[in-house]
Structures are given as C-alpha cells and as structure tokens.
C-alpha cells in the first residue's frame, strides 16, 4: 500500500500519516528525515543535498526524487509506505511516478486531507512551542497546566514565527499555488480519496481506514 498524504500546511495530514504508518506496519517517511539521514551518514546524495541546504536553496527536484527512490527501495517499504511532505509539486509528482513506473510500481492512495484556509490560520495561531525541550501544546486543544509554561521542563513556551497568523497566510498562498495542482493531477489518475479533516483527529483517522481496509 503506496500512499501519498496531501493537504495544507497544518491540515495534520503528518500525524494522520503517522498513525496509518503505525496501524498499517509501514514506514511514514518525509524528506525532511530523508535529507537528514543521508546527510547525517554522509552518502552520496546527501552530500549533494547539503551543498544546496548549506546555501539556503532548496533541493532539485531531480536530486528529491533520487532521495525518495532510494529510500522506498529499501526492504523496510516492500509491503507500502506514507509519503508526507512529498511531492509538492507537479514536476515532483511525475518525476516520481516515472521512477516508480520503472519499477513496475505506482502510487495506491493519495489522501487529501481537507481543511477551509481559516480553520487553519485559527488552529496553527493557537499552537505553541518550548524551545528547550521540544514540547508542543495548543492553547485550545492541548493546554498546559500553567499557562504559558512547558509541563515537561518548565521552560515558557513561544509562539513560532512559522506559526503566526501572517506567515501562515502566506504558507497557504504557496500551497494554493504549487500543491494544490496535485489533487487534480491525482484525481485524473484515480488515486485521489478526500477526508474531512475538521473532525476530530480520531474521526478523520476512522474515515481514512475506512477507506484504505482494515
């Protein structure tokens, strides 16, 4: 089972990918854990990963899909795995479906996790973080005991930049821009399912094994 997750930034298509990988048995895998492990074990690929990472500049597509071929080539990934994160774009969609249509193999789900743009300006403002330990909380959802305050080390929590209402505004401009075009384009290969993701986290994770089967 080859699935893709699609869905704005903060839709929570990550932990949803996580939890299929988990009920499932298959590796949820996302670039940004790609690059660090080839960075980090110094291969060939990684090493080119860095060079662009070092200057600010994002990865080639070409070089992305290098990394995402040989990671889901490898023998954890012989029964399926949930890409997250990737691709973004519909260049990276078809370069990777022209690697993987080498390998005889294609994509089986692309789950779009579906969230209205002020939902997630609403529910990504409220998120806070601790810098010390790497806690995170939300003042609606997930509150702490004392405002403000991490419960795991004590530290004070902070709003991320990455989370303020105006650069989020922005992050889903870039999504309506580039990702969007993927629902369309796996729609038009019959891959495309669609979930409700302003339920309840447990909800939407029902819906999805719904549809992928027991």
Do not use: W
């Amino acid at each position: 089972m080859k699935i893709i997750m699609l869905g704005a930034p903060g839709a929570g298509k990550g932990t949803q990918a996580k939890m299929i990988a988990d009920k499932y048995s298959i590796p949820h895998i996302s670039t940004g854990d790609i690059f660090r492990a080839n960075i980090k074990n110094g291969t060939e690929l990684g090493k080119k990963a860095k060079e662009y990472m070092d200057k600010g500049l994002l990865v080639p597509d070409e070089l992305t899909v290098d990394l995402v071929i040989d990671r889901v080539a490898q023998d954890d990934c012989a029964n399926g795995y949930v890409l997250d994160g990737f691709p973004r774009t519909i260049p990276q969609a078809e370069s990777l479906d022209k690697a993987l249509t080498e390998r005889n193999e294609k994509i089986d789900y692309a789950i779009n996790v579906e969230v209205p743009d002020e939902n997630i300006i609403n529910r990504m403002s409220g998120r806070r973080a601790c810098l010390s330990c790497g806690a995170t909380y939300h003042i609606v959802h997930i509150p702490t005991k004392v405002e403000g305050i991490c419960d795991r080390c004590g530290a004070e929590l902070v709003l991320r930049d990455d989370d303020k209402p105006e650069t989020v505004k922005n992050r889903l401009d870039v999504y309506h821009d580039q990702t969007q075009p993927l629902i369309e384009y796996y729609s038009n290969k019959g891959a495309l399912v669609e979930v409700d993701g302003t339920k309840e986290m447990s909800e939407v994770f029902a819906d999805i094994v719904n549809i992928l089967g027991a």
